[in-house]
């Protein structure tokens, strides 16, 4: 049978690439945040109490 | 295998959450390392947080992305997007099972006695419904006379934002305490709701409502760690749906988007070797149960 695989023969796993080409393009995303300082922003957000968020504002 | 989980859960909790001198500042970490973003549903104005959360941080940001167009800055969630993705990509909703303290609270809450019930799987669509419209649509489209917009899903649902920032800061600021309102109120009922089902369900909050969850389960399909299954090894004997915390039958749905690669079916529950744990398609783990397999099979 052309489909049998020989004995001893590990079975193949082909890599999968397109979980890491998508990490990679969310990669790039987060490298466009950094260099246009949204960072900068969301650590001045987080700093500070968020009144709305817990409920209070 | 669901002790070193435990483990896992207990030390990423505990670096999402350790500036301990709050009690003694009576405020929350202000320091640097907030800009990064927490893999799990954290609270950032939560005393203890150390990180920020990503959902707290991209509804911010949506909110006031016509101020920051108008200054000239084009703040539209790049970096919070891109971590969010970054992480989804890798782990996808493994991450709900080893790295989110608001999913490990319910794990503990699910252990106390009680009745238990399943939860209907139409509700698991009411997350994706959350995420599209209290976190992107409503705080992007909703303005005030400013052009700013808020952030409705911490503002009005959030309950983990409740528990880990509202009452503990309420403690901490007595001053708050006169502003609390019907929000808050509401808010309470909320998260006091979710905690009495998780009681009774397992993580109700995961499966139902949480918009990260239903962000990472996007990559359901495609992410590079995942659970994959050997039909040819699978009886279905369906011992793997006994075990599953997310009411995910693996051997009838291997790539569900509800799976959070906790690895119960694949300890816990399958004999039969047929459920393996791999990185981009290259096998993880080895060939554990094999042998019992081969010897229930040949009787």
């Not at chain 1, 969301?42 to 009144?51: D, F, G, K, S, T």
């Not at chain 2, 808020?150 to 006169?178: D, N, S």
């Not at chain 2, 693996?250 to 004999?271: G, R, V, Y």
Request: proline share 7%.
């Amino acid at each position: 049978m052309a489909n049998e695989r020989k004995p001893g023969r590990k079975p193949d796993h082909p890599l999968q690439k397109a979980p890491l080409w998508l990490s990679l393009f969310f990669l790039a995303l987060l490298l466009v945040g950094i260099a246009i300082d949204e960072p900068g922003r969301v650590l001045e957000q987080a700093r500070q109490i968020c009144l709305s968020c817990i409920g209070v504002g | 295998m669901e002790f070193v989980r435990k483990w896992v859960q207990v030390i990423a909790g505990f670096l999402m959450n350790g500036y301990w001198l709050f009690p003694w500042t009576r405020n929350i970490y202000q320091g640097p390392l907030k800009v990064l973003c927490a893999p799990g549903l954290n609270c950032y104005s939560c005393p203890a947080a150390t990180t920020c959360c990503p959902l707290g941080a991209l509804q911010q940001l949506l909110g006031g992305v016509r101020l920051a167009i108008a200054s000239g800055q084009y703040f539209f969630g790049w970096y919070i997007v891109g971590a969010m993705g970054l992480m989804g990509g890798l782990l996808g909703r493994m991450i709900c099972g080893w790295a989110c303290p608001f999913g490990f609270f319910q794990e503990l809450l699910h252990k106390l006695p009680s009745p238990k019930f399943e939860i209907p799987r139409g509700l698991r669509h009411l997350k994706f419904a959350i995420l599209l419209f209290f976190v992107i649509l409503l705080p992007l489209l909703a303005v005030d006379e400013f052009g700013l917009g808020a952030p409705w899903f911490c503002k009005y649902v959030c309950p983990a934002g409740t528990l880990e920032a509202g009452i503990p800061l309420l403690i901490l600021q007595p001053g708050l305490r006169e502003t609390i309102g019907f929000l808050f109120f509401g808010k309470f009922v909320i998260m006091t709701a979710f905690i009495a089902w998780a009681v009774m369900a397992s993580r109700p909050f995961c499966r139902v409502a949480c918009p990260l969850g239903a962000f990472y389960a996007l990559f359901g399909k495609v992410r590079a760690v995942r659970l994959r299954l050997d039909e040819h090894k699978c009886t279905n004997c369906n011992a793997c749906h006994q075990v599953c915390p997310m009411g995910v039958k693996f051997n009838e749905s291997p790539d569900d988007t509800e799976c959070i690669t906790c690895l119960a079916c694949m300890h816990q529950a399958c004999k039969f070797d047929a459920i393996s744990l791999e990185f981009c398609g290259l096998p993880l783990t080895g060939t554990r149960g094999k042998r019992l397999a081969t010897t229930e099979k040949t009787g």
